[in-house]
Nanobody, 127 residues
């Protein structure tokens, strides 16, 4: 397992933007497909975005499509989630997750497929 640390969360007004960062240590980012998930109070953890090992393939939940962008920087061992046009319903703790991947192109939306998780960063969107 690798160690993940998220940062960049905060309080923002509706329509605003945030950039979440995830620092990976204990292994090369190049071996991992990555994902972002979120969990609101009283709700289950849900998929937000994923990116393949190569970075060529991405996937987003419907509500994130067109507003959020996932990216990765292998040189820095960092993964990012750009959040634009934020809505109050985006309020949640956002988690970064890593999945050891044998291929370069697959993306995964299922929580149980990820073996390493960060501690989360709070995103609060006010109306």
């Amino acid at each position: 397992q690798v160690h993940l640390v998220e940062s960049g969360g905060g309080l923002v007004q509706a329509g605003g933007s945030l950039r979440l960062s995830c620092a990976l240590s204990g292994g090369p980012l190049s071996m991992y497909a990555m994902g972002w998930f979120r969990q609101a109070p009283g709700k289950e953890r849900e998929f937000v975005a994923a990116i393949s090992r190569s970075g060529d393939n991405t996937d987003y939940t419907n509500s994130a499509q067109g507003r959020f962008t996932i990216s990765r920087d292998g040189a820095k061992n960092m993964v990012y989630l750009q959040l634009n046009s934020l809505r109050p319903e985006d309020t949640a703790v956002y988690y970064c997750a890593a999945r050891y991947a044998s291929d370069y192109w697959s993306v995964e939306t299922r929580v149980q497929t990820y073996g390493s998780w960060g501690q989360g960063t709070q995103v609060t969107v006010s109306s």
